[in-house]
């Protein structure tokens, strides 16, 4: 028996009127990903626990079985946790993102979140600014007094630690959630460190807005990475180890950091692909075939799939919609397939992480469905295609740290 999670980022999401009231899973044909739902069990869980802020960090700690309750320290020491980092005593970790900031000329608070990712910034770019700003003799002053050094995230995720970090009380936002409002409000607030992070971003601002790779960027159509944002801070992360709970070794493929700091973490080998981009053009063949490649040595294996959450934050529908039928036709069809071809029996839990609403661009907390089929069909299916509602009258899974018991039959 094999067991097989594919996760569709923010792919869950509310009706729209451009979709004739439709979701866009309603909308979009992803024959093969219905016919296995038609053939299993359709329910709703809440991956997102109360209280908690609606994020991949929290949902996806819990489905691989970690109550966020318990363990959830901040998203970015996950990630940190993914390139093997290593956090100092009583340090913090936080995201760096390189960001697009609106209204050049205004005062700091009076700019604008354009983009969260700095327009999608390739790696190399993103790299070698974020390098360059550390290294320059006036932010490397202010980053030092302040305890900060870069690791670079070869794409807009960078991450920054901070030696003696004091996180009572910080308020920092998640600029994902904020696109197109003026940052005035969600700057960093709440003790003596946000003041510091405040100044090192106004001062980032001012070095970066007329960078030689910006100015080639604007002249190209591009968004400038003209900011750095810092948040998803955090102290630290010890995680339960997956196959002493669920019985199998196994793996996780992503493009992100932070899927791979959670399997890291929980004991499963994080895998990467080189062709892998964390948005809806990635190569879906290359990370099918790193999925059986796993299922080939483990009894486990995970696919995340960031396309749609990503398109749904750059208010980018044709392409949320083209990344569902992607996972459906491009993964979820060959990685069956395939199995079957081996002659695998094998259960397959698909689902969304969190919802990621186009009409906001931002995440929400309300319950996601999710899929669990079994190769042995051992029961009559639930008759329906994959989507919100119709997962409504299903079973209602209250936390998603159940996902792992009944993918693995406990
Ligand atoms: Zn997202």
């Known amino acids: 028996m094999k067991y097989i999670l594919v996760i569709g980022d923010g792919m869950a999401d509310d009706p729209l009127p451009e979709l004739g009231g439709r979701t866009p899973l309603e909308a979009c044909r992803k024959p093969y990903f219905d016919s296995l739902c038609e053939r299993g069990e359709l329910g709703l869980v809440q991956t997102i626990p109360e209280g908690f802020p609606p994020g991949s960090d929290t949902a996806i700690m819990g489905i691989f079985g970690c109550d966020p309750a318990k363990y959830f320290s901040g998203r970015a020491p996950l990630e940190l946790a993914a390139g093997g980092g290593v956090m100092p005593e009583g340090g913090a970790c936080y995201r760096c993102n390189m960001v697009t900031l609106g209204g050049e000329g205004l005062p700091f608070a009076e700019r604008t979140m354009l983009s969260h990712s700095a327009g999608s910034i390739e790696g190399e770019e ?86 030689p790779i910006n100015e080639k960027r604007r002249a190209e159509g591009r968004l400038p ?23 199998e070794e196994g793996g996780v493929v992503s493009a992100v950091p932070l899927c791979h700091g959670i399997a890291a973490l929980v004991g499963l080998e994080p895998v990467s692909v080189a062709t892998a981009t964390g948005e809806w053009d990635t190569d879906y ?77 931002a995440h929400g907390a309300a319950p996601v469905p999710y899929m669990l089929y079994d190769s042995r069909e051992p029961r009559p299916g639930c008759g329906l295609a994959y989507s919100e509602k119709n997962a409504e009258g299903g079973p209602f899974l209250d936390s998603g740290t159940r996902l792992m018991e009944l993918l693995f039959e406990l």
């Open 285 to 361: 063949e290359a990370k099918t075939a790193a999925a059986l490649n796993i299922l080939a040595r483990r009894g486990f294996a995970a696919v995340h799939l960031e396309g749609p959450d990503e398109a749904t934050h750059n208010h980018d529908l044709e392409h949320k919609i083209y990344s569902v039928e992607c996972l459906s036709e491009r993964v979820v069809r060959p990685l069956c397939e395939a199995l079957r071809a081996r002659g695998e029996d094998f259960r397959l839990l698909i689902l969304s992480d969190h919802r990621t609403y186009m009409r906001s661009g």
């Open 126 to 211: 993103s790299d070698e600014l974020i390098e360059w700003l550390f290294a320059g003799p006036s932010f490397a002053a202010m980053a030092a007094a302040a305890g900060m050094s870069v690791r670079p995230g070869s794409s807009f995720r960078h991450l920054a630690v901070q030696e003696d970090a004091d996180l009572d009380g910080i308020v920092l936002a998640p600029p994902h959630d904020h696109l197109n409002e003026a940052i005035g409000p969600i700057l960093p607030r709440g003790n003596a460190n946000a003041e510091a992070l405040l100044a090192l971003m106004e001062r980032a601002n001012a070095l970066l807005e007329r960078h």
């Open 225 to 247: 990475a003209n900011g750095i944002w810092f948040w998803a801070e955090g102290k630290g992360a010890r995680l339960p180890n997956f196959t002493a709970r669920y019985g």
